[in-house]
C-alpha cells in the first residue's frame, strides 16, 4: 500500500517556518511578566496558581447557593407496604430468627422447643397466639426454665385490634432487653404476622423508625407479613409517632 503524502499547501505564500527554541524563549522573556495569581488569558479563561484558588477560594468564579430542601416524611400506604413485604420472600421461612440484637421472632414450634430456647439464652417469651384452642404454652409450660413469660390472646384477623398491644408489650421487650443478658422471643402460631406486629411496634416506638425502616429492619433477617388489619393499625402507630417526633 502506498504511502499517504501530506497534503500540498496551496496559494503563492510560503509555509511560515516553525520557531526555534530560542526563539520561543526570547519571546516569552520579551512578554509583560506578571506578578498577579491569576490571568485571563482568552475571554472567560483564565490561569492561575494554586494559591489565588486556595486563598480566594476561586472568588472570580460565580458562587450557586442552593438551598437543601428536606422533604417531609411520606407515610407509606397500604399498598406499598403490601409490595415491600413482597420484595425479599424467600421460598424457605426457619422457625426462630434473631432480627434485633437479642430480639427473636419466631413460630409455635421454636416456642416448644425447650432445648433450643436453652440453647439461645432466652430469658423472656412473648406469646401473641396463646390461648387454649391456639399456642397454648403459658408459664406453666416453662416451669422447668428459668425465664419470663406474657400472653396475649389475639386472633390473625384483619379485624382484630393488636394496637391495643403495642405500647404495653414495647414497654415489656424495652425492659427485658435492659436486663443482663436479656435474650427475648415474641413468637405466634407461625411467626409472619402477629408476632411480627408487635415487634414492628416495638422498633417503631422504642428505636425511633418509621414503618418501613422497620419493616427494612426485621425484613432482613426473616420473612413477615402481617394481615391488611395489622399493617393499617401500624400505619395510624406511624403516624402517631411522626406527628410526634415532627417527621410530619
Same mark, same amino acid.
Given at each position: 500500500m502506498a504511502e499517504a503524502s501530506l497534503p500540498e499547501l496551496r496559494g503563492d505564500a510560503e509555509a511560515t517556518p516553525c520557531p526555534s527554541i530560542l526563539e520561543l524563549e526570547e519571546l516569552l522573556r520579551a512578554g509583560k511578566v506578571s506578578s498577579s495569581h491569576v490571568d485571563e488569558v482568552w475571554p472567560n479563561l483564565?490561569?492561575?496558581?494554586?494559591?489565588?484558588?486556595?486563598q480566594k477560594q476561586d472568588l472570580r468564579r460565580p458562587k450557586i447557593h442552593r438551598t437543601v430542601?428536606? #422533604?417531609? +416524611?411520606?407515610?407509606?400506604?397500604? !399498598? #406499598? $407496604?403490601? %409490595?415491600?413485604?413482597?420484595?425479599?420472600?424467600?421460598?424457605t *421461612?426457619? /422457625?426462630?430468627?434473631?432480627?434485633?440484637?437479642? $430480639?427473636?421472632l419466631g413460630d409455635a414450634y421454636a416456642a416448644r422447643d425447650k432445648t433450643k430456647l436453652a440453647q *439461645?439464652?432466652?430469658? /423472656?417469651?412473648?406469646?401473641? !397466639?396463646?390461648g387454649k384452642f391456639q399456642v397454648d404454652t403459658g408459664a406453666e409450660f416453662y416451669r422447668n426454665? #428459668?425465664?419470663? +413469660? +406474657?400472653?396475649?390472646? !389475639?386472633?390473625?384477623?384483619?379485624?382484630?385490634?393488636?394496637s391495643v398491644y403495642f405500647l404495653p408489650v414495647a414497654r415489656y421487650i424495652r425492659i427485658a432487653l435492659s436486663v443482663p443478658r436479656g435474650r427475648v422471643l415474641v413468637h405466634c402460631a407461625?411467626?409472619? #404476622?402477629?408476632?411480627?406486629?408487635?415487634?414492628?411496634?416495638? $422498633?417503631?416506638?422504642?428505636?425511633?423508625?418509621?414503618?418501613v425502616e422497620a419493616i427494612q429492619t426485621v425484613q432482613a /433477617?426473616?420473612?413477615? +407479613?402481617?394481615?391488611?388489619?395489622?399493617?393499617?393499625?401500624?400505619?395510624? $402507630?406511624?403516624?402517631?409517632?411522626? %406527628?410526634?417526633?415532627?417527621?410530619?
Open positions: 483564565y490561569i492561575g496558581d494554586a494559591m489565588d484558588s486556595l430542601r428536606v #422533604s417531609p +416524611y411520606q407515610p407509606p400506604t397500604l !399498598a #406499598s $407496604l403490601q %409490595r415491600l413485604l413482597w420484595v425479599r420472600r424467600a421460598t *421461612l426457619s /422457625h426462630v430468627d434473631e432480627v434485633w440484637p437479642n $430480639l427473636f *439461645l439464652g432466652i430469658t /423472656h417469651i412473648v406469646n401473641v !397466639a396463646a426454665m #428459668s425465664l419470663e +413469660y +406474657y400472653g396475649i390472646e !389475639a386472633d390473625d384477623t384483619p379485624s382484630f385490634d393488636l407461625m411467626g409472619v #404476622s402477629r408476632s411480627a406486629t408487635v415487634v414492628l411496634a416495638f $422498633l417503631m416506638i422504642c428505636e425511633n423508625m418509621t414503618l /433477617h426473616r420473612n413477615i +407479613y402481617p394481615n391488611s388489619g395489622f399493617l393499617q393499625q401500624l400505619q395510624v $402507630l406511624d403516624n402517631r409517632l411522626g %406527628r410526634e417526633t415532627g417527621r410530619l
